[in-house]
């Protein structure tokens, strides 16, 4: 959520001109002019997002929810590589220093607490099919 709300990076040139990089577009944080759209940022965002949600009522299958926190784990991996590439790109392009957030951040968070989820329901997994085997 807050990933929604905070920019990744900021960037200046030592002037006036200051500018963000949040999940949805690069923009000038005094005018709020809109420089580019990270389209590769936001599109991993959104589908992390729908896995997430997609993992978390999957419950009844534990197989297929081991193999969908797998594809989490990797896609929210790409999308803080994805965003740091963005960001250290576009500071190069218009010659800018930047200034990396808390936000990025979290997203390899996410990516540590998709393994931690599937390592959690491995363990289930297993747990149940030890059950199985004693009745």
């Not at 419950?59 to 960001?87: A, D, P």
């Not at 390899?108 to 390592?119: D, E, K, N």
Request: proline letters at 1%.
């Amino acid at each position: 959520m807050l990933t929604l709300f905070f920019p990744f990076f900021t960037y200046s040139n030592g002037k006036e001109s200051v500018y963000a990089l949040n999940l949805f577009s690069l923009f000038e944080v005094n005018t709020g002019e809109l420089v580019r759209i990270p389209w590769g940022i936001l599109s991993l965002g959104l589908l992390s997002f729908v896995l997430a949600i997609v993992v978390i009522f999957m419950y009844e299958n534990r197989k297929r929810q081991i193999k969908f926190s797998m594809y989490l784990f990797q896609v929210s991996l790409l999308g803080f590589v994805t965003c740091w590439v963005y960001g250290i790109s576009y500071a190069n392009t218009y010659s800018l220093d930047y200034h990396w957030h808390f936000t990025i951040g979290l997203l390899l968070l996410s990516s540590i607490f998709a393994v931690l989820g599937l390592l959690a329901v491995r363990k289930d997994e297993k747990l149940v099919r030890a059950a199985d085997r004693i009745r």
